[in-house]
Every structure is written in structure tokens, then in C-alpha cells.
């Protein structure tokens, strides 16, 4: 029988609607099995605990992501799998997050949650939770767990959690990978796609890193941009890493004034990480004239990293206490499936 635990973070598929307002507020999950009661049919040892109070994913911090992580940790021995429910609005970031906090994971950590509450007659959050707990729950024919990474799993495809991003507000398939195959796919049964899931090319035990360093922050380009602008906000106080979100293939201005001040930051010691603001795609720093110009300025490739794998690496890896050298050095290996090289 396998052992499944369940870490509610918070998020609309923990909501339920009150019958006086009509607001939607959390509900006491560890009467889950009352809400979905098709659960009792997977035959699984299931237990659950949740935060208190629910988060909202628009205030998710990396304190809270510590917490999941610790969670885990405590955890990992007395379970084969574990499935976190979470809202949608950062669901990307907290699987990115996790999947460099917990190195060397060998068991499945799915992440889901839904666009309308359990509790609804019409809802998504009851087949992504009963669909995250069989994929959870997947063994190989070794016995081996199937899936031994943090993935997303939503409407009917599992996703590799760093190579995720949330591209609706409004539909049930909330999640896409753009660069990255989904590591199954979900119909009539559960067919996993063996060749694109990870697998740890060692053995060692589980460890966790708990330290984010939260010293980072997104620039995105944008025509009209300003010489003074660009200078204000590259002397942020406390800023350590910027990922510069570019144009098509890593495309910035080549004008003097905006490669000058790219070139200092970087001198400063700013470790600056050049990402596409398109979904789909990657960046190609000699493929134009305007992204070897940023290149030349010092600025580091992310190649095809989505933007939330992008910030959270970044914080990994100066919460590691790396100086910019080492930090510049990782940037450019995939340390757990996040970047195509």
C-alpha cells in the first residue's frame, strides 16, 4: 500500500465557499476525505498536514518554502511520495524553488492545485488531486519510484516543476512547459514519458538547502527605457543577481549608455542573467549583433530557463554563499534538468 502525504500550503482547491458571504475561505483539510470521496477508492495510506493559516501563493516568500522543504525532509523516510497543494499564482516558483533545495530527491514531490474550488460542484481541483496521488504513488517495474523529481501536475499533463509556467488565469490547463516535453500525459490512463524524466546521476541521501538568499530581482526591457532608469535600478541596494529579461533571442539596446551600465553593474560584481521574455525559445547571444553587445558587457546566457527558474537559481545558489565567479560558473550547468545546454 503506498504512503502518500499531503502538504496543503493553501490555494483556491483548499477553499470552500461560505454560505453567509459567499467568500471563498480554507477549509479544515483534514476532512479531505468528506470533500473527495473518491480518494477511499485509491486504497493508499494517506496522510495530510497543512500550514496555519493557509497561504495565499501571492504572498509565498522563501520563508514558506522552507517550511515545505523541511516538511519533506522529516518526512522522506516514512513515505513514497509526496503531493503539495498549492495556489496557481506561484505554483512555478515554489516547483523551481524546490527542485534546487532538495538535492539528490529520489521520490516524487507533484505539486497541484486548481483553478476552482474542491468544493464545487463543477471543479478541476478534485481530479488534479486524485490524478497528483496516483502519480505519486507510480512505481517502476523495478519498483522504483516513477517520477523522482518536483513536478507539476495540472488538467492532464505532468510537468517537470523548473520548466514550468502559468500562461492562464482562466482555463483548467493553467501550466505549460514550453521548452520541455511533459513527462506525462494524462487520458484514459497515466502514460509517462520515460526518456524525459530525471533521474540523479548519484545515490546519495537527501539534502536540503535551506538557505534562499532573496537579493535578486527582475528587469525587464522595455522600449523608451531610460539611461536613468537602467542606472536606478541597477544600484538597487542589496542586489547581488539580476535576470535582464530581453528581447526574441537575448536581444537588449546596443546603444553606449545602456551597455555602459551593464558593464559596471557586472564589474560591481552583479552577477546579470540574460533570459527571453517569450515563452518559447531561448536565448542565442551571437545570433545578433545587439545580444553579443550584452554578452561582450558581461551578462550570462540563460539559454531556454523559464524566468521563475531563472530567480529562484539565483538565490540558490548566493544562498550557498558563492561569490559571483562561482555563481556565473552554475549558471551555465544544469543542476537538476532546469536548462537546456
Known sequence: MPRILII???????MI???????????????????????????YEIDNIQFDP???????????????????????????????????????????????????????????????????????????????????????????PMVQEVAILFDNSLWRGNRSTKMSADNFN??????????????LGIEFRRTALYRTPSHRPLKVRYDMDPGVMFLELNPGMTAQTLHHLLHTPGI????????GAGNSPSERWFTDEIRQACDRGVVILNVTQCVDGGVRGTLYETG?????????????????????KLMY??????????????????????VTL
Open 174 to 187: 493553467a501550466f505549460h512547459s514550453y521548452n520541455y516535453p511533459p513527462l506525462a500525459t494524462v487520458g
Open 54 to 144: 493557509p497561504i495565499d501563493s501571492s504572498n509565498m516568500n522563501p520563508g514558506h518554502w522552507r517550511d515545505m522543504a523541511r516538511a519533506i525532509e522529516e518526512h522522506y523516510d516514512g513515505y513514497d511520495g509526496f503531493v503539495v497543494l498549492h495556489g496557481t499564482d506561484t505554483m512555478a516558483y515554489t516547483a523551481s524553488a524546490l527542485s534546487f533545495m532538495l538535492e539528490n530527491l529520489h521520490k516524487p514531490v507533484i505539486i497541484t492545485g486548481s483553478q476552482l474550488p474542491i468544493g464545487e460542484v463543477r471543479t478541476d481541483g478534485e481530479e488534479n488531486l486524485i490524478t497528483a496521488l496516483q502519480v505519486a504513488a507510480a512505481t517502476d517495474q523495478d519498483g522504483s
Open 317 to 338: 545558489l548566493f544562498g550557498m554563499g558563492l561569490d559571483a565567479d562561482k555563481v556565473k560558473h552554475y549558471l551555465n550547468c544544469a543542476l537538476c534538468g532546469e
Open 8 to 14: 496543503y500550503t493553501g490555494g483556491t482547491i483548499g
Open 240 to 247: 547581488k543577481g539580476i535576470v535582464l529579461k530581453t528581447y
Open 292 to 312: 553579443n553587445s550584452l554578452t561582450a558587457a558581461g551578462a550570462v546566457s540563460g539559454h531556454d530557463i523559464t524566468s521563475e527558474a531563472a530567480i529562484t
Open 17 to 43: 465557499e461560505n454560505p453567509a458571504t459567499h467568500a471563498l475561505q480554507p477549509f479544515d483539510f483534514t476532512h479531505l476525505i468528506d470533500n473527495v470521496p473518491k480518494i477511499k477508492k485509491l486504497d
